[in-house]
Structure formats: structure tokens, C-alpha cells
């Protein structure tokens, strides 16, 4: 049986700028590849959340941001599709180059018809154990998102509810139907 190679963070720095975009889970290398669908979608939430945290000043959203948070594992830097990272977590000055070497406050994973339940279940597993306070899974098909919380706590929000965020962005507050495309 051949060994699978392993790789590190320092060689997802070293594909960017590739036409593909990858991943590090647990030493491997995993495409991202997503639906028109779930790129508008992915798109559509990190607008509605970094207009609400410009407007309160609370922090910084960012989309395809891989992170490095998992003491555990110093192979393993995923790519959650949007992070958000309260004001005042990350160090003064410019942003850093590379990584991002904490566990946001909140990560957005919109699913995309080829991500596997399993895989998605292992993420959110992941990024609670890191220290993630918030994990939203938007998934586009059913149109709701399933919200995470680090208190163990678990929501689905239908299309026609409303989401907030107030311990991380105050003033977020949207419907989650205007995460989606018109049908």
C-alpha cells in the first residue's frame, strides 16, 4: 500500500494564485468546488454580514480565508467559505499575510450539492472543539441555514425567519430568504 503524502500550511500558501482553490484537511488537499448557486449564495451573506459589522464597527468578514486554530492538528487549515473575527482579536496594525492563525468568532459554510453530510458534520465538529463561537450551514437546496452554537445549542432557520448575531455584530439582523437567489 503506498503512503498518501502529507501536506502542511506552508504548501496551501504555496498553491495560491493556482486556478484551483484547496483546502488542508487533516494533511490533504481538497479542492473547492462549488456551484454557481452556492458561490452567489456564499456571496449574498458575507455582503449582508460585513455591511452590518462595517456599519457597527464590530469586525472583520472575510471569504476563503484558510485557518489555522487546531492544536491538534498542524496539517489541518480549512478554508470555511466566510469567517467573521470580532474587533480587537486580531493584532493592531495591518492585516497579517498568510494564515489566520486564531478560530474566528463565527464560521459560514454554504453547502454546495457535491460536499458529502459527513464531511460538513466533521467541520462543525472542528470548528467547536477549536473554539469557533458560531457555525452557520447555510445550504442553498432546502433554503435554511442551521446555526451552531458553542453552547451546544442547535437552530434551523426557515427561509422566512429571521437571523441576528448579537453577541457578534449587534446590529445583524436578516431574513434568511435574502440569502438566496430568487427561485
Avoid at 500500500?1 to 502542511?8: L, R
Avoid at 481538497?30 to 456564499?42: A, I, L, P, T
Avoid at 452557520?136 to 427561509?159: F, M, N, S
Wanted: negative net charge; glycine residues 4%.
Amino acid at each position: 500500500m503506498a503512503s498518501q503524502t502529507i501536506f502542511t500550511p506552508d504548501d496551501l500558501l504555496r498553491l495560491e494564485g493556482e486556478d484551483k482553490l484547496y483546502e488542508l484537511i487533516h494533511g490533504q488537499l481538497v479542492e473547492k468546488d462549488m456551484s454557481v448557486r452556492s458561490n452567489y449564495v456564499k456571496t449574498e451573506v458575507a455582503r449582508l454580514l460585513s455591511n452590518a459589522a462595517r456599519a457597527s464597527a464590530s469586525g472583520l468578514v472575510i471569504m476563503e480565508q484558510e485557518i489555522i486554530c487546531f492544536p491538534w492538528d498542524p496539517n489541518h487549515a480549512p478554508r470555511p467559505d466566510i469567517v467573521f473575527v470580532k474587533a480587537g482579536r486580531l493584532p493592531p496594525g495591518d492585516l497579517p499575510d498568510g494564515h489566520l492563525m486564531l478560530a474566528p468568532d463565527l464560521c459560514v459554510e454554504v453547502t454546495s450539492p457535491n460536499d458529502r453530510f459527513r464531511d460538513v458534520e466533521n467541520k462543525i465538529s472542528d470548528y467547536l472543539r477549536a473554539g469557533v463561537q458560531v457555525i452557520w450551514i447555510v445550504v442553498p437546496e432546502l433554503r435554511h441555514v442551521r446555526v451552531h452554537r458553542a453552547d451546544g445549542t442547535v437552530d434551523v432557520y426557515q427561509q422566512d425567519k429571521t437571523v441576528v448575531l448579537p453577541t457578534l455584530i449587534p446590529n445583524f439582523s436578516s431574513r434568511v430568504g435574502d440569502f438566496f437567489p430568487p427561485l
